[in-house]
């Protein structure tokens, strides 16, 4: 039996929707819980994968006890005063690894020092040619928001578009950060959507707020449980990200079933897109969206509710679906269903996007 720890070590063989957080925190930063802990959390939380992500440093990574109970996705939270993002699949010992692992100063120093000696644009291309995954975090969550703005958005694979909802600026970030995501995919970047909990430590007191290592959950199609075969499903787009409600959403056309993440390539014609939701809440809305804008709407106040709505291809479309509660907050939301003749965008940075003031 291979170790736990490998990022190919099957913990199911079968292929499926799995669900896990790709942003927390443990001891070896500014986390409250160990990594092992983590796990036991995440697996308590009903979580199927978790990525550890602490602040400038791998060194939770080696303080995993096997077996581990569930994969957990190498990751580092690269922190600096300008931004933060997520860098997943560490495998190896990537040269400029060295630079996180050297020095015993403490924070704020370290940050400091490494703000200093980091490129960031240089990083980004160095972590894809290593075939590592790079995702911006809280981008517009002041004050940690993303401050590169010249930031090619080539050098970027995802984008968290939820961060801790429970957090309460993010009642606001959020939202606007898949408004800015949106303008990205109508620009034809295919940048995969992803949440995290960013979960640092149990809150309690009735006026605080209450992050848990599942709020919001990301949900990967992958064709094992792995590590590994959960980046490839990251990398496909084949993901949403929910509150609590649980997706379906395809294209049916001539030529087959698109799932979530699909391309359809060239094709034209008609279609039907097709959505399902599952839930624990009385009353939701749920949306399909053309291009940014719904273009199907249906109030579900079951457990169970279904939308259809008929369309064609022309151009370039992307076809994504959200959920929202009665106030109209979004709580759930596909990663889109692509069609048309794509080529690669123009050379687009962060800044060319950031909601005007
Ligand atoms: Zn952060
Ligand atoms: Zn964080």
Redesign the pocket.
């Known amino acids: 039996m291979s170790s736990t720890l490998s990022p190919t070590h099957s913990f199911r063989a079968t292929a499926g929707w799995y669900a896990g957080d790709f942003?927390a925190?443990t001891t070896a930063s500014d986390g409250e819980n160990s990594p092992d802990a983590l796990m036991q959390m995440a697996v308590a939380a009903g979580l199927d994968f978790v990525s550890i992500?602490d602040?400038n440093t791998v060194a939770g990574l080696d303080a995993f006890q096997e077996p581990l109970p569930l994969p957990a996705i190498r990751g580092i939270?690269i922190?600096l005063f300008s931004g933060?993002f997520n860098v997943f699949g560490l495998d190896g010992a990537p040269a400029w690894l060295q630079l996180f692992r050297a020095g015993s100063e403490p924070e704020p120093e370290r940050r400091k020092r490494l703000s200093e000696q980091v490129v960031v644009a240089d990083l980004m291309q160095q972590c894809q040619a290593e075939g590592f995954l790079v995702s911006i975090?809280?981008p517009l969550l002041a004050p940690w928001g993303w401050q590169e703005s010249d930031v090619y958005l080539s050098r970027i694979d995802c984008l968290e578009i939820w961060n801790d909802p429970t957090w309460p600026d993010n009642a606001s970030a959020n939202p606007a950060t898949v408004d800015m995501w949106t303008q990205w995919l109508n620009a034809g970047y295919r940048i995969t959507a992803i949440g995290?909990s960013?979960f640092?430590f149990t809150v309690s007191g009735a006026d605080a707020h209450h992050p848990a290592i599942h709020l919001p959950r990301t949900l990967v199609y992958a064709e094992q449980l792995s590590a590994a075969a959960i980046l490839r499903g990251v990398r496909r787009h084949h993901v949403y990200v929910s509150m609590e409600p649980s997706l379906t959403f395809h294209v049916q056309g001539h030529e087959g079933r698109f799932a979530i993440g699909t391309d359809m390539g060239e094709m034209t014609g008609n279609i039907e897109l097709q959505a399902t939701v599952s839930t624990h809440l009385p009353d939701v809305v749920i949306q399909i969206i053309k291009n940014g804008v719904p273009i199907g709407t249906k109030r579900c106040q079951g457990e169970q509710g279904s939308l259809a709505c008929l369309d064609h291809v022309d151009g370039t479309p992307v076809w994504c679906c959200d959920v929202r509660d009665a106030e109209g907050r979004i709580i759930a939301v596909t990663n889109p269903i692509f069609a048309g003749d794509w080529l690669p965008p123009a050379a687009h940075t962060f800044g060319d996007f950031l909601p005007q003031e």
């Open positions: 942003h925190h992500t602040h939270e922190t933060h975090n809280h995290g960013d640092h």
